[in-house]
């Protein structure tokens, strides 16, 4: 059996989150796929960041100090603005510090072009990238044509067609890419009160991403009876890890991608070369 290990946003639960450094800790410890997610700067570059906006809990400013809340739209910035800001740490005593007590910060780390770890990612290790839009918030990205046709261009013009799958909650993001760049493989993700396999199935998807929390042995099932892939995120604890290989998904999605091989390791699972 083979397990398609995914470092979420890197290696999360370990280093800042989509940064160089947090992939670089993803390869190092051995991972199959990096999971991260990419928005589009005002001048157009793809870079890669979760929130449609600089999240406060995670940004400081040029004069050091925590951004405040609502922080600056990605969409809204240029690239060269948005190197202004350091995404190297966590607000210390916010909920999302609890949450990730073992991250290291790395002070002046910066938010990087997807075109940048193209550059830096050694070996065949796939990307799995996240387009972050939502229908609900129009005005705070570009349509899902032209921020898919983005992403596709930086997909193509780094060579990594054939290593990328392209993932969205939006699937007109994904609807895109099947129709003009059906070289790149696609991925359904659904939050949990989504967690329907026959809607992606309907929607003509092969690889469904649900909240491991929202996934259910009868739906699992269904998956399978439909032929899609299932890849589950975010399973972090040990208990769902061991969990999710007794289910033998096809994925597991990690912020604590060493978690996942050690538990692969004890069963004799494949592991990915570390690099």
């Known amino acids: 059996m083979s397990v398609d290990l995914q470092g979420h946003r890197g290696a999360r639960g370990l280093v800042p989150e989509n940064t160089l450094p947090s992939f670089m ?36 400013g040029p004069d050091g100090e925590w951004i405040r809340p609502p922080g600056p739209r990605i969409h809204d910035l240029s690239f060269i603005e948005l190197q202004r800001y350091d995404v190297g740490r966590i607000r210390p005593g916010s909920e999302y510090a609890e949450r990730f007590p073992h991250q290291r910060p790395i002070d002046g780390t ?14 065949e290790v796939r990307f799995n990238i996240e387009t972050k839009i939502d229908p609900r918030a129009p005005h705070e990205t570009l349509p899902p044509e032209p921020f898919a046709r983005a992403l596709i261009d930086e997909v193509r013009k780094a060579g990594m067609a054939a290593r990328t799958t392209i993932q969205s909650f939006d699937w007109r993001t994904l609807e895109v890419v099947e129709r003009e760049a059906p070289e790149i493989a696609t991925s359904y ?46 399973v972090n604890e040990p208990p769902d890890i061991a969990r999710a290989l007794d289910t033998k998904l096809d994925g597991i999605i990690s912020d604590y991608p060493d978690r996942v091989r050690a538990e692969m390791a004890e069963r004799g699972l494949p592991l990915p070369p570390a690099l």
């Open 25 to 60: 800790q993803a390869l190092a410890i051995g991972v199959s796929t990096l999971e991260l997610d990419v928005g589009v700067t005002r001048d157009g570059v793809v870079v890669i960041h979760h929130d449609r906006s600089l999240n406060p809990d995670l940004a400081r």
């Open 110 to 123: 910066r938010v990087p072009r997807l075109s940048e770890l193209f550059a830096k990612a050694k070996g």
């Open 189 to 234: 993700l659904t939050a949990a009160k989504d967690s329907e396999p026959a809607k992606v199935h309907a929607a003509g998807g092969r690889t469904w991403s649900p909240d491991f929390r929202a996934l259910s042995a009868g739906k699992l099932a269904a998956a399978r009876d439909l032929g899609l892939k299932v890849i589950a995120w975010t």
